[in-house]
């Protein structure tokens, strides 16, 4: 019994991976500059739906789920949190994220699945994010842009 189940996990996280493959592959270019027929909020917030959802929106204090990945300019992954694992429950329009997530999320009906490119002013801003495993190193240098590819999931 104890084998089919992690067989059938190791099943899941594999097909999961494979989803998340399929978009186009990451190149430097790719990551730090959106593409010409990327859409823009006024905020600078820049964004391309690379599949529709067709759930319900999002409202101002209500509850989203997102899987994510999390990109700085040179390509290198800072974060994520991907199927097999629970998806990352925020109240939108709250604070409880950066604020173009905050912006993003409240765009995007469930289902939706998006690459974003974040200003830095939308992000962490002139302070960076220091690393929890080294005090004088930063996990996001300040200033610093960021790309994510993300997914509204539906709350369950």
């Given at each position: 019994m104890q084998t089919i189940r992690c067989v059938l996990l190791l099943s899941c996280w594999l097909v999961s991976a494979v989803a998340w493959a399929q978009t186009a592959p990451a190149t430097a270019d790719s990551l730090s500059s959106p593409p010409a027929s990327s859409l823009s909020t006024p905020s600078g917030l820049r964004y391309v739906v690379l599949r529709a959802g067709t759930g319900p929106q999002t409202v101002a204090g209500g509850r989203a789920a997102v899987y994510y990945r999390g990109f700085l300019p040179n390509?290198?992954?800072?974060?994520?949190?991907?199927?097999?694992?629970?998806?990352?429950?925020?109240?939108?329009?709250?604070?409880?994220?950066?604020?173009?997530?905050?912006?993003?999320?409240?765009?995007?009906?469930?289902?939706?699945?998006?690459?974003?490119?974040?200003?830095?002013?939308?992000?962490?801003?002139?302070?960076?994010?220091?690393?929890?495993?080294?005090?004088?190193?930063?996990?996001?240098?300040?200033?610093?842009d960021l790309r994510f590819e993300m997914e509204i999931m539906p709350l369950k």
């Open positions: 390509g290198k992954l800072f974060d994520q949190m991907l199927f097999p694992s629970k998806p990352l429950r925020v109240r939108a329009g709250r604070g409880d994220v950066i604020k173009g997530w905050d912006e993003l999320l409240l765009l995007l009906p469930v289902g939706t699945r998006v690459q974003a490119w974040i200003p830095a002013r939308l992000a962490y801003g002139a302070k960076g994010v220091r690393s929890p495993a080294d005090e004088e190193r930063y996990l996001i240098p300040p200033d610093t």
